[in-house]
């Protein structure tokens, strides 16, 4: 009989934490043995090594595949048992419980749907049965199940006393985070009380047994009603396979995205519309759902980079801003430092952090808060965090792939932390944002523009070092094109200094670099007028950056950019198209030649 | 709506362009398997119909040699970008097994973990397909690969049941089993010290049934060693030949495959039971791995 294909979509993700020693390692092999779920290879093989080595055998084993495990006798990381009931498929990750190891309980319990949190009734609730059911709730785990374990040890007078003294403690504590376990069970994993089948020696209960409780849990509902948010991981143009598709790929976070809708990538504000949905091996896509790795392309060729947040026009816009309130978890081994410049990941989007202030810090396990300065690993903040630069995001209850991150130290994930409240500012992504939205449509397209000019908008910014004439260049470049048809005009960025930013321009503008990335947002600007118009634009400045390329960039709403570096400086050679270490009469001819083959 | 399948497959596409975007010289392991070759499906699916970084074939010339002639035939038709590398000392002194110089765990050591640890950092020869010629060239890029991507699953033995999705290897290719760093909300280690390389496991969460379920699907084409070809026996997991042995089992195609995996008679025997070299101690398989072995 097949059976399997009734439940071919369901599969469902549950770990299994708690303070070490407390059974959890048994429960899952228990499990493991009462759904006949085990490969007959792996119980040979670990009866065959108890044998061997002389220690009797246990269904921990089972999972303690690891010879460092089986050696000190606790797990050290998690393991995955597959299972099925028949309802559905498992995937149980066993977390380890000892506090040495929060870092693994945590990748375990974060790839979970539900948890099971084991307490012996023996040694009652310990620090690690109270500091996981915190992470759990944290870690935005809401079906829980806590299992009163090792009821075999007690003797049977005092069974029913001892687990109902649990259940009170315990219920209390989890409601302080929020979390409403959904049963208790007392049940004994060695001696198999309540886990497949209820059990004589505990006539007192008659609620549920583990396997159905497992079964009563709800599969998380996907995320098609949320407002759409997909992290540009990348973006393709594979030319040398000669496919000339522009792909930005992700994966949806949230909501779902159709062919024809008009989306934009937060921060930088820029706008575009879903040309089609590309895959390769499958029929074509009019739309996409949530957790679908996709990738689209756009029906006007913007500049987006990985890091930004698509969003649908009409829905609820991510937040942006660059200053934070968040609750974070500590992993480091250091200590978090306010001094110290870490890097934060939000979906794909990595910036640099700094701690602005740290508002609080809670020991996990008795939920005491104290205003220290410091968080030592394994505790819990809040903190006000200070991007480098502005970020999207969503905040903590809305969409978890885009409220959530984690900090990384040197080479390393220190700590985790959900965003909860930001601190508005008036940067340069507002600035863009508002002006998009307001940008006055004339009834002309840009495409309908080129084909009246049979050109398309082009900027070419010619920069380099301050002694090299850049001007003559674009002059000879400008009147080349001119000549052969080209509708082309060249800007110096001294045109806009002394008219467009009179009201800014100092003795020494150009080297403040305040003063210097406003006169590079308003060159940016009339750029973009520029090349909206259909225009050819040459542009020259001395010593632009590439962070200054990257702004002009964001502000530009073509990407039809080539950058030109000319002056000898090695570093540069990567960061531009087009590097001239030594200037020549010739060069202007040769972009020329390169850009419009003339 | 997703399916599982769908699920699986997306997570995994996720992994692979992480990767692709994070590490600047990245390769994919490819033994020829089932397992890596639906690796290099989703590849393909990830990318468009691309398939952006190295392929990389480690050879101990004990291979079956069906799986050579499938890699090559896969490599010219998908335009794959194919590297091969090999231990041609233990091979010249017959350091190996078949040889009767070694253990299985020795042999292993000598043809696949050791060949491919040089072959990774490039201590060693790789050969690259001209695919002008159809030939295989030395290969002039001897640049050490920071991130690997291998077709691993947790649900085949205990050690991988461990694994990250992105896992770090230091210097002497080592798995610090004891001190993994943490993974969680898709983010993932890619953040490493010059020397060190990460390995990146994107099949993790697919179970043997998954893998034949999706090659149905999407007709990832497969070594035919997999199915009977009418003596009553196949390969359910392939390796070196003095090594592996096929299964009793009449299934002629993926359909019969998938019926044997769910209910027939291997829905509870483990997939790895015909590799000889997993037997030889309490823990053979994890001891190879901390070594660099995939």
């Given at each position: 009989m097949d059976t399997c294909n009734v439940f071919d979509n369901k599969e469902m993700n549950i770990v299994i934490v708690g303070h070490v020693d407390h059974g959890k390692s048994t429960v899952i092999g228990r499990l493991l043995a009462d759904t006949n779920s085990l490969p007959q290879g792996k119980l040979d093989q670990i009866k065959a090594l108890c044998r061997r080595t002389d220690k009797p055998f246990e269904y921990a084993f089972l999972l303690d595949a690891l010879k460092d495990e089986r050696a000190q006798g606790i797990t050290i990381d998690t393991a995955r048992c597959f299972f099925k009931t028949e309802k559905r498929k498992y995937i149980i990750i066993d977390a380890p419980g000892h506090i040495e190891f929060l870092k693994n309980m945590i990748t375990g319990a974060s790839r979970a749907e539900a948890a099971l949190l084991v307490i012996d009734a023996h040694e009652g609730i310990m620090e690690n049965s109270r500091r996981h059911g915190y992470m759990l709730s944290m870690l935005g785990i809401r079906q829980v199940v806590v299992l009163v374990n090792k009821l075999d040890l007690v003797p049977a007078e005092d069974r029913q006393r001892v687990y109902e003294e649990i259940v009170a403690e315990y219920s209390a504590f989890l409601q302080n985070v929020e979390i409403i376990p959904q049963h208790f069970i007392p049940i004994s994993a060695v001696e198999g009380y309540n886990i497949a089948a209820k059990s004589e020696e505990l006539p007192w209960y008659d609620g549920i047994t583990v396997l159905e409780a497992l079964d009563a849990f709800k599969e998380i509902a996907d995320?098609?009603?949320?407002?759409f948010r997909m992290w540009v991981q990348d973006v393709y143009k594979f030319t040398n396979s000669r496919d000339e598709r522009r792909i930005i790929a992700g994966t949806v976070s949230a909501g779902r995205l159709h062919v024809g809708d008009e989306v934009m990538f937060l921060p930088s504000g820029k706008k575009t519309k879903v040309h089609s949905i590309e895959g390769f091996n499958e029929p074509e896509q009019t739309s996409v759902s949530t957790g679908k790795a996709t990738g689209f392309c756009m029906t006007e060729q913007i500049y987006a980079k990985r890091g930004e947040l698509c969003c649908k026009i009409g829905e609820q816009p991510p937040r942006t801003g660059s200053l934070v309130k968040t609750s974070i978890f500590w992993l480091g081994k250091e200590p978090l430092d306010t001094e110290k410049v870490y890097k934060i990941k939000i979906g794909s989007a990595a910036v640099g952090m700094r701690v602005e202030k740290i508002l609080g810090v809670l020991?996990?396990?008795?939920?005491e808060n104290s205003e220290k300065q410091t968080v030592e690993r394994h505790e819990v903040a809040q903190c006000l965090l200070h991007f480098e630069r502005p970020l999207a995001f969503d905040l903590s209850g809305q969409c978890a792939d885009t409220s959530r991150f984690v900090i990384v130290d040197d080479y390393e994930i220190a700590g985790g932390g959900i965003i909860t409240d930001v601190e508005e500012d008036e940067e340069l992504e507002k600035k863009l944002i508002r002006r998009n939205v307001k940008w006055i449509q004339s009834s002309m397209t840009p495409h309908e523009r080129e084909s009246y000019y049979r050109q398309q908008a082009q900027l070419i910014i010619l920069t380099g070092n301050?002694?090299?004439?850049?001007k003559e260049i674009a002059r000879k470049l400008e009147k080349k094109l001119l000549e052969h048809g080209k509708i082309a005009y060249y800007l110096g960025i001294g045109n806009v200094l002394y008219g467009v930013n009179s009201d800014i321009k100092s003795d020494d503008s150009m080297n403040s670099p305040e003063e210097r990335n406003e006169h590079i947002r308003r060159l940016g600007e009339v750029a973009n007028i520029l090349l909206d118009a259909g225009n050819i634009l040459i542009v020259t400045a001395n010593e632009l950056i590439p962070d200054e390329l990257d702004t002009l960039r964001q502000i530009i709403r073509t990407d039809n950019i080539r950058t030109v570096w000319v002056g000898v400086d090695n570093r540069r050679a990567a960061d531009f198209d087009f590097y001239y270490p030594v200037p020549s009469k010739s060069i202007a001819d040769e972009l020329a030649q390169k850009l419009f083959c003339i | 709506m997703m399916t599982h399948l769908d699920n699986l497959e997306s997570k995994s596409i996720h992994i692979l362009r992480e990767a692709y975007n994070r590490f600047g010289n990245l390769c994919m392991l490819w033994s020829i398997g089932k397992d890596s070759t639906v690796l290099l499906a989703l590849a393909r699916k990830a990318f468009f119909g691309h398939v952006p970084f190295p392929l990389v074939h480690i050879d101990t010339h004990y291979k079956i040699p069906e799986m050579i002639e499938y890699r090559d035939r896969l490599a010219r038709e998908w335009k794959l970008d194919m590297v091969y590398g090999e231990n041609a000392d233990a091979l010249a002194q017959k350091k190996t097994f078949p040889d009767g110089n070694c253990t299985r765990i020795e042999c292993c050591k000598n043809l696949k973990t050791e060949a491919l640890r040089c072959t990774l950092s490039g201590e060693w020869p790789r050969y690259r397909m001209n695919h002008d010629t159809g030939l295989y060239e030395r290969d002039e890029n001897t640049e050490p690969y920071t991130g690997v991507i291998l077709g691993i699953r947790a649900d085949e033995e205990g050690s991988r049941s461990k694994e990250r999705y992105f896992s770090p290897r230091d210097k002497n290719n080592d798995w610090d089993i004891g001190d993994q760093p943490p993974e969680f909300w898709g983010q993932y280690k890619t953040d490493f010290k010059p020397g060190t390389h990460i390995r990146i496991h994107p099949l993790l969460d697919w179970t043997e049934l998954d893998v034949w379920e999706y090659i149905r699907r999407e007709n990832v084409p497969v070594v035919p060693l997999y199915f009977n070809q009418g003596d009553g026996k196949r390969y359910r997991s392939l390796g070196c030949w003095p090594c592996t042995s096929p299964v009793?089992?009449?299934?002629?195609?993926i359909d019969e495959i998938i019926e044997e995996l769910k209910t027939?008679?291997?829905?509870?025997?483990?997939?790895?039971?015909?590799?000889?070299?997993?037997?030889?101690?309490?823990?053979g398989l994890e001891e190879l791995r901390k070594d660099g072995y995939m």
């Open positions: 995320g098609d009603d949320h407002a020991n996990a396990s008795t939920l301050i002694q090299i004439d850049k | 009793e089992s009449e299934a002629t195609n027939g008679k291997f829905a509870n025997i483990a997939e790895r039971s015909g590799r000889e070299q997993d037997k030889e101690d309490g823990g």
